[in-house]
């Protein structure tokens, strides 16, 4: 007959039994809530933004864009944040890592509580919230912005304010304040037409060979394919501008009907990254979808 071991049996025993005072133990304290070291804040803190500039994103790039934002009037150590600004595909991805030494998140409104709000189309029209998390010596948010929020893409762009609210417990007073950036891919294909008009240059391209056939400038487009990347519906229509000079792309315009921000914003990142023929003047490329 097969025995149990005594001994496991009891190790088992002791394992489900409460501890003394038959409650559960208190859960482990987290990270973020254990106090920061002197060192810690010093080196958490960010520089100081200045309120009145405009910082511009250029979402073409594929890379981020950082603004500071303006300090608490305590200073840095107060409230002191870096907002990181990057493409994606869905939209503009929006981070923010605050040093904040008072750090309240529940509250029924942004008098009540620490918080960031996204306007993609001005301070008095829709806005986004960016969830927050406490960090040891503030808190991290993130949020993406959907590119059928953006209004405008190329030119001047967009320009978005981003608000943040401090609110500290101990005094009940809560301090705003404001990012302000621009979001841009770039030129669009109608602005590069104003600033390079063509000139007659009688079929002389650079190098002193022929300038590049309708076919061959459009070959770089087509061949990119970007109807399919960029998921553009069966049902919908694209129409692709691009003004280029010395083989690469001055500006951009992409127009998607019916009209869809995410496929057209895509498209015209495509289109920036493109080297055409070599021409000798400044040539205007359509393409159809």
Known sequence: ??????????????????????????????????????????????????????????????????????????GPRDYSALVKIEPVDDGV?????????????????????????????????????VPLMKTKTGYHGDKIVLWDDIEKITDEGTKIDIGIYDHDKSSGDTEEMHVSVGLSTGKSCEKAQDENPQQMNMGKAAG????PTKDQLGAPINNANAAAACGLPDSAHAKICVLVKAGRPLGVTVSVDPKNNRVAACMDRRMRGLSFPLSSQPDTVTFSY
């Open 93 to 129: 991805h929006i981070i923010i890592d605050a040093t904040d030494d008072d750090v309240t998140l529940l509250g029924p409104d942004v008098k009540s509580r620490d918080a960031v709000i996204v306007y993609p189309k001005g301070r008095d029209k829709a806005s986004v919230e």
């Open 208 to 211: 002193g060979g022929k300038d």
């Open 1 to 74: 007959m097969t025995r149990t071991p005594l001994v496991s049996l009891a190790v088992f025993a002791l394992a489900v039994l409460p501890g003394c005072g038959g409650g559960s133990p208190p859960p482990a304290q987290g990270a973020a809530d254990e106090k920061p070291t002197e060192a810690e804040i010093a080196q958490a803190q960010k520089p100081c933004g200045d309120a009145d500039k405009t910082q511009n994103a250029d979402l073409s790039s594929g890379k981020s864009t950082d603004a500071f934002s303006p300090c608490a009037k305590g």
